[in-house]
């Protein structure tokens, strides 16, 4: 069995940890969503950067900020 040298197991190691760190995120700014905090998921949303433009987009959508969340997912779309 062939191991991968540390080199290249190290990035995937990060962008993994950045994966995990960015779902807690989302999964966070849904539960105060959920819970009638839309302000408060909103701000947590904007500060997540283009990483949450997806999740902003939908916490704007829910408050019926139908442009601002179009730019939004619109951000999100070109990040991927």
């Known amino acids: 069995m062939s191991r991968l040298p540390l080199a290249l197991l190290s990035p995937l190691l990060l ?4 994966l995990a760190e ?7 700014i849904l539960v ?6 839309l302000d ?8 997540g950067g283009p990483t949450m433009a997806a999740t902003l987009g939908d916490m704007l959508m829910l408050r019926g900020k139908h442009a601002a969340a179009d ?4 951000v999100a779309l070109e990040r991927d």
């Open 40 to 47: 408060e998921a909103q701000r947590a949303a904007r500060a």
């Open 15 to 18: 962008v993994a940890g950045q």
């Open 32 to 37: 105060m969503a959920e819970s009638g905090r």
């Open 71 to 74: 730019s939004a997912f619109r």
């Open 22 to 28: 960015a779902q807690a995120a989302r999964a966070q």
